[in-house]
């Protein structure tokens, strides 16, 4: 009896040390995973896309706890993504199939070669803006290259500016319900059943008929030279009954346009390389679309979730500039009716005096404005937003007039004694500081004469 006891207890405890053995076997695998994927995670971190722009993710959340976090996921936890194919500018991509561009001769907006749409999108820090330019069109697609300077990201460190070319097909402008305003490297420049900028004609059709539509948003994910899609999506309905007034610079004025408000939820749709803890539940959503069935332009994307960049992910179209057949120099105009001018054409680096080469029709207009009127004399002021300390940025506005008085001077010969300069910083806004859209306003020059 005591011999069978003891054999029992010996059995017990080989069994024991075996499932130690094991699972420490397993625990050195799991460590190994740690290691290579926390590695990963920090060469993904040094890399300058992460935060794209027009995106709401970051890219995967798995370092927002260190390396421990990672462990508990690996040793059991349940908030790993799914499974999802991932694509990348390498791939093969199959043409647009032949379509007509839609009429532009009678759009509020028209989306033509050379129109560029200027959007503001929110992130965690500060408004980062982008520059969109619309390029030359095909029988099958339209062009658009995206533009965005240096900005800060959600982790502190500074992105570097980039700029990247896509397409979308004409065919997609007429019936897609996926919207997608995030550019990156090695993403895909073309991709099918998407619409940019604007809503596809089905879209709009419906909303204009029903009230109500189902939209989808695409976003992209980083894993090293590769890109995984997801999408956040839900039922979208009209808010007001009528249209409502949204004001936007259009050609360097202040203007107010006629746009359709929608409000939705959105959840994430099939599969989902995020962690679900990374995912937005139940997000509120609202989108202004310009009421224009030529080219319903999509003047704001916003979606309230901790997951998007702390609740702040918001796209928004501040500025559009497009070609008019007789343009009027609205700087002379103003200097000669108000003696104020305000512009918003005049672009600096982020956080710098340097002044961008998209600045030049706006400071040939200054020129010619003072060719014009040779006895006037003008001085720059320079303005910013109250994003960052009053001492800041009011030696920041200092600088950008002075900058712009010094390319005056130097490239356009205009006599010194001419010209003086000043800054305000954020002393005197002409708009709200609490909204996306206000802050755009608020940073500009003027130009005031004696």
């Not at 009528?242 to 959105?266: F, K």
Request: aromatic share 6%; net charge negative; hydrophobic share 35%.
């Amino acid at each position: 009896m005591i011999v069978s006891a003891f054999a029992v207890l010996f059995l017990i405890a080989i069994l024991g040390l075996g499932g130690l053995i094991y699972a420490g076997c397993k625990l050195k695998q799991k460590a190994t995973a740690v290691l290579h994927q926390t590695t990963t995670t920090m060469q993904h971190t040094s890399e300058p896309e992460r935060d794209k722009p027009g995106s709401p993710e970051n890219s995967p959340p798995d370092n927002t706890a260190g390396p421990l976090s990672n462990l508990s996921n690996l040793l059991g936890g349940d908030d790993d993504g799914d499974l999802v194919q991932s694509f990348s500018d390498k791939d093969p991509v199959e043409p647009c199939p032949a379509a007509p561009y839609p009429s532009q001769s009678a759009a509020r907006i028209p989306l033509q070669p050379g129109t560029v749409i200027t959007t503001a999108w929110g992130i965690k820090y500060e408004d980062v803006e982008s520059r969109i330019e619309l390029g030359s069109g095909t029988p099958s697609s339209i062009a658009m290259t995206n533009s965005t300077g240096a900005f800060r990201l959600d982790e502190g460190n500074e992105a570097e500016p980039s700029s990247h070319t896509d397409s979308v097909c004409n065919a997609d402008l007429g019936s897609a319900s996926t919207y997608v305003t995030v550019v990156t490297e090695h993403m895909p420049h073309l991709i099918h059943g998407v619409t940019r900028l604007r809503l596809s004609d089905k879209s709009f059709g419906e909303i204009k008929s029903s009230g109500k539509t189902n939209l989808t948003y695409l976003d992209v994910m980083d894993y090293g030279d590769e890109r995984k899609p997801t999408h956040d999506g839900g039922l979208f309905t009209r808010v007001e009954p009528d249209d409502v007034p949204y004001p936007l610079i259009v050609n360097d004025q202040r203007v107010t346009l006629p746009a359709i408000h929608l409000a939705g939820i959105t959840n994430s749709i099939g599969k989902d390389p995020r962690p679900k803890s990374a995912r937005p539940h139940n997000a509120a959503a609202d989108i202004y679309v310009i009421d224009d069935r030529l080219d319903p332009l999509v003047l704001l994307w916003k979606e309230k979730s901790t997951a998007l960049h702390d609740d702040k992910f918001r796209v928004e179209v501040v500025k559009v500039d497009f070609v008019v057949p007789r343009p009027v120099n609205s700087v002379e105009k103003q200097l000669k009716e108000q003696k104020r001018a305000v512009t918003y054409g005049i672009y600096f680096d982020f956080n710098k005096d340097t002044i961008k080469q998209e600045s030049e029709p706006v400071l040939k207009q200054i020129v010619q404005a003072m060719m014009d009127n040779p006895t006037w004399k003008l001085t720059v002021e320079g303005h910013t937003d109250n994003i960052g300390g009053d001492a800041y940025n009011l030696d920041l506005s200092k600088r950008r007039a002075a900058a712009v008085k010094q390319a005056l001077v130097t490239r356009y010969h205009i006599a010194p004694d001419r010209l003086s300069a000043d800054g305000f910083g954020a002393s005197s806004p002409i708009d709200t500081n609490d909204t996306l859209e206000g802050r755009a306003r608020n940073r500009r020059v003027e130009l005031t004469r004696e």
